[in-house]
């Protein structure tokens, strides 16, 4: 009888495009959703945790950078009893389970709805350095309200959160645009064909990369990108372009010169005025509420997912310099957009609802936060006690139970508890702040030892005889102050 080939062993890996999160990480992002949830609380923003999987259909068309409704998301279909069932889908983003769930249960829901949702989502995208298939977003939407009071309450969210998570005033900015001042533009320059007017977004899109010249060379002929390749332009006329470039080069600073040079740009569209109108009333307040443009500015220059918007729309974009992998200062850039878009619901309703809403990228957040140091220390590991008898592992358990009943997180060590280096070797990769060390002759004692693995950790680094001498790193105490003398320990570092 042949004999049996052996199943290969599976490769333990990662999916291409997915990552594993440990401890600190994973404390660190909790910790920031924590203070984010804090503020969107605040404005009063309900919870909201919807199902992880949507149906393809209730996705739509709506897919970042996509036409069609299957790419951009891992999908599947299912079976039924008459054959082939539903497509399901991973959720690619926050926003297209909460307009199916609005038209779902509107007729329990409060109008306007005031919802901010956490989670995961996932992209089938291309994965790269950063770029990850699976990551974490942090929404507040409010649907139901048509007033721009909504949006400017979004930006002054936006702003106060950033704040809230440790970054200050100067390091961030605030961008805000509208989508009926770019239709206005478009109104202007009498496009027909669809596939211009298309073309035209994506080339504004382009802006922040190519710049005034780079856009008009695009809207015409077009240019050499720089890897020599040559990319065929729109092929407008210069007069055709000419709205464009004053669109996206209106910022002037000032608010109300801004306003004025968009009020050029849109010359007599009716959309167009109602953008500059709403871009002014938006400013209003948020300067009422005390949001001036040091935080959050009207900037035309803003054209992120203008095909998806139909009104405001904001960017939050972090101001200070770090070093890229070729040690070039550059600034750290976007961590939050969004804007408003009213004709999301009306997919499943057949009827209009007006909606807003902003996306926090919560692990471009977090690593910013890293980059400047601002983020919540690396989390303390539990207090450790040692196994010095394995016959006595009750006396062990109910000092733990006791310092965890005392709030304090604690563990027994369960190894091989024989090399008691070992043991404090796990103490240290545990990032143990103390260790609790009981022999028989301790015990005999009615004693424990204390030993301080932070102080210890420093001593070794740079210690003096004299700060030895000042405070010892390890000590006896009865066993009756355990707890207590672990609490002043842990107070120290607090």
């Known amino acids: 009888m042949a004999k049996q080939k052996k199943a290969p062993r599976p490769k333990a890996q990662t999916p291409k495009g997915f990552r594993d999160y440990f401890g600190s990480e994973v404390t660190q992002r909790n910790d920031m959703l924590q203070k984010i949830a804090e503020v969107y609380h605040r404005y009063g923003f309900d919870a909201l945790e919807s199902a992880g999987v949507e149906t393809v259909e209730a996705l739509g068309k709506f897919l970042p950078d996509v036409d069609r409704p299957n790419e951009g998301v891992f999908a599947w279909q299912e079976s039924d009893e008459d054959g082939a069932g539903d497509w399901l889908a991973l959720r690619y983003d926050l926003t297209a389970p909460l307009a199916r769930v609005y038209a779902q249960h509107r007729n329990d829901l409060p109008t306007p709805y005031r919802r901010y949702a956490m989670g995961p989502v996932w992209r089938n995208e291309k994965p790269g350095p950063g770029r990850y298939r699976q990551f974490y977003q942090c929404d507040a939407d409010t649907v139901g309200a048509a007033s721009v009071a909504a949006d400017a309450e979004i930006c002054a969210l936006l702003a106060d959160t950033l704040e809230q998570v440790g970054i200050p005033r100067g390091d961030y900015l605030i961008r805000v645009n509208n989508r009926k001042v770019l239709n ?32 008009r060379e695009l809207l015409g002929k077009g240019r050499l990108d720089a890897s020599g390749a040559y990319i065929d332009g729109v092929g407008l006329s210069q007069e055709q372009a ?81 070093l890229d992998d070729k040690g070039r200062k550059r600034q750290f850039g976007s961590v939050a957009g969004g804007g408003r878009y009213d004709d999301l619901v009306k997919r499943f309703t057949g009827q209009a609802v007006p909606a807003t809403g902003v996306s926090i990228g919560v692990d471009r957040l977090l690593a910013a936060l890293r980059e400047k140091g601002r983020a919540d220390k690396a989390a303390q590991g539990p207090v450790v006690v040692t196994v010095m008898d394995r016959d006595r592992m009750a006396d062990y358990q109910t000092m733990v139970t006791e310092l965890r009943q005392a709030g304090i997180r604690a563990e027994v060590y369960l190894g091989n508890p024989k090399n008691f280096g070992n043991q404090l070797k796990y103490a240290d990769k545990r990032a143990a702040p103390v260790a609790v060390i009981e022999g028989a002759d301790e015990q005999a004692q009615g004693v424990v030892q204390i030993k301080d693995l932070i102080l210890g950790s420093r001593l070794a680094a740079d210690a003096s005889l004299e700060e030895w001498k000042e405070r010892p790193s390890q000590y006896t105490v009865p066993r009756t102050e355990l707890v207590t003398r672990v609490k002043e320990i842990l107070d120290l570092y607090k």
Do not use: H
């Not at 202007?188 to 005034?212: H, P, S, W």
């Not at 996206?248 to 109602?274: C, M, P, R, Y």
């Not at 040091?294 to 974009?317: H, K, N, W």
């Open 184 to 215: 206005g533009v478009l109104e202007c320059m009498a496009l027909d064909n669809v596939a211009q007017r298309d073309a035209v977004l994506r080339t504004i899109d382009k802006f922040d990369k190519v710049g005034e010249v780079g856009v």
């Open 242 to 322: 000419d709205p464009v470039v004053a669109f996206l080069t209106s910022g002037a600073g000032l608010l109300d010169a801004t306003l004025t040079n968009l009020t050029s740009a849109v010359g007599g569209s009716v959309a167009g005025a109602e953008g500059v109108a709403e871009l002014r009333q938006i400013a209003e307040l948020l300067a009422a509420g005390g949001y001036g443009p040091d935080r959050i500015m009207i900037d035309p220059s803003v054209v992120r997912g203008l095909g998806y918007y139909t009104g405001p729309v904001y960017e939050a974009e972090l101001t200070f310099e770090i």
